[in-house]
C-alpha cells in the first residue's frame, strides 16, 4: 500500500483518488476548491456531462478511452442510483456538408460501442430546413452536482480524507498526506491550474470557454447539433438531468479567460432551444410555457496543446488537460494513471 496524494479535486482527480483507493493505496486529496464550491476556476460542476464522442475520432487509443467511459456510465445508471446518472436516447442533428461522398449521414466510429444506435429518418429531426438527418443511440447525462459528491463519499468511505488546500508548487503535495509521512507519489489533476502551478507551469494548458444554462425546463430527449452557421464558436446541445431541469448551451472559444456570462449569447441559446427542442415549453409533458434560467454558467474547459497529458515524471503522474472530455474520457485516462501507479511502485521495489 502506497501513500498517495491526489491535487486536484474535480472530476479527474475524485475518478483517480477513487480507483487508486479500490486498488488498497492511502489517499489524500487536496484540492483548492472541492465539491459544492461553484467558481470559475472549478470547472467540473458546469459540464454538461454526457457521453459525446467525436463521431470523426480515427485514434484507436482515444476511441478505447471513451468506451471505458460509457460502458462505466451505463452500468452506475443501471445499479447505483446515488450517482446522478440516468440513461436517456441521444440524438445529433446532422447538416447537408457533414454528410459523405453518396449524401449519407457519416456512421460515427462508435456505432458499435453504444447501446440501440440508429439512423434518423429525416422526418425525426427538427423541420427547420437545416438538416438532412442524423442519428440516434442509448446516451447518459451526469448529474454533476450529485456525482461529485457521490464520488467523493465513495472515497470517504474507503479511508481518504480530503484537505481544502491552495498550493503554490506541485512538491508541496509530499507533506499533505494525512499520515503525517512524506507522500510516495503525487498525482496531479490540477486542470487548468496547471498552467500557473509552481514545479508544473504548462504553458500548453488553455481554456476553452463555455457558457450553459441551467433551466427548469425538462426535455424528452438529448439532442445536438455541430456548429452554428455565421456563429463559429458556438454550438447547440440540450441534456436533461435525472433530477429534471436541463443544461443548455453552448460555445467552445480557445484561449478566453473571462468569467462573466454574455447576455446576447444566451439569448441564443433560448432561441435555439426553442427552435431545436419545442418540447421544453410543453406544458402537457410538465414544463414552464417558457425558459425557466436559474443560473448563467461559464466555465473554463483545461485543454492542452499536444492533448491530454498523462505521463509520470519521476514521483509525480500527471492528468490532466483533457479539455471537455473530463467526464467521458476520465474513467479511460484513470486506467493508465493506475498503470503508471503500479509500474513506479515496482520499480521502486528493485
Known amino acids: 500500500m502506497a501513500k498517495i496524494v491526489v491535487v486536484g479535486a474535480g472530476v479527474s482527480g475524485l475518478t483517480t483518488a477513487f480507483e487508486l483507493l479500490k486498488k488498497g493505496h492511502s489517499v489524500t486529496i487536496i484540492g483548492r476548491h472541492i465539491p459544492g464550491d461553484l467558481d470559475i476556476e472549478y470547472t467540473s460542476p458546469f459540464a454538461g456531462a454526457v457521453w459525446q ?15 471505458v467511459g ?12 446515488s450517482a446522478g446518472v440516468f440513461i436517456i436516447p441521444y440524438q445529433q442533428f446532422v447538416r447537408p456538408s457533414e ?27 427538427p423541420d427547420t430546413g437545416e438538416f438532412s438527418g442524423g442519428y440516434e443511440y442509448s446516451g447518459v447525462t451526469i448529474s454533476t452536482t450529485l456525482y461529485l459528491n457521490w464520488l467523493l463519499q465513495q472515497c470517504f468511505q474507503m479511508g481518504a480524507q480530503l484537505k481544502r488546500r491552495s ?62 452557421p455565421g456563429y463559429a464558436n458556438e454550438t447547440f446541445y440540450l441534456f436533461p438531468r435525472k433530477e429534471g431541469g436541463s443544461v443548455i448551451g453552448g460555445c467552445s472559444i480557445s484561449n478566453d479567460w473571462s468569467s462573466t456570462p454574455d447576455p446576447q449569447l444566451t439569448k441564443r441559446i433560448i432561441a435555439r432551444a426553442l427552435k431545436y427542442a419545442p418540447d421544453i415549453v410543453d406544458e402537457k409533458l410538465g414544463n414552464p410555457p417558457t425558459i425557466e434560467v436559474f443560473r448563467e ?7 492542452r496543446k499536444g492533448g491530454v497529458r498523462v505521463e509520470r515524471e519521476g514521483k509525480i503522474i500527471h492528468n490532466y488537460g483533457i479539455g471537455p472530455a473530463g467526464y467521458q474520457a476520465g474513467w479511460g485516462h484513470t ?16
Open 167 to 228: 498550493i503554490k508548487h506541485i512538491n508541496e503535495g509530499y507533506d499533505l498526506h494525512q499520515s503525517g509521512q512524506k507522500a510516495d507519489l503525487i498525482i496531479n489533476c490540477t486542470g487548468i491550474l496547471a498552467h500557473s502551478l509552481g514545479g508544473v507551469e504548462d504553458k500548453g494548458v488553455y481554456p476553452i470557454r463555455g457558457q450553459v444554462l441551467w433551466v427548469r425546463n425538462t426535455g424528452s430527449k438529448q439532442c445536438a447539433t455541430t456548429i452554428i
Open 335 to 350: 486506467a493508465e494513471v493506475i498503470k503508471l501507479v503500479d509500474a513506479a511502485l515496482k520499480e521502486s521495489k528493485l
Open 70 to 81: 460509457y460502458h462505466k456510465f451505463m452500468g452506475l445508471a443501471r445499479t447505483t442510483p
Open 297 to 303: 454558467n461559464v466555465g473554463h474547459r483545461p485543454a
Open 53 to 67: 464522442s467525436s463521431p470523426y475520432k480515427t485514434d484507436k487509443r482515444s476511441q478505447d478511452i471513451d468506451a
Open 99 to 125: 454528410l459523405n461522398e453518396s449524401g449519407a449521414v457519416k456512421t460515427p466510429w462508435f456505432a458499435n460501442v453504444v447501446e440501440n444506435f440508429r439512423m434518423l429518418d429525416k422526418s425525426e429531426v
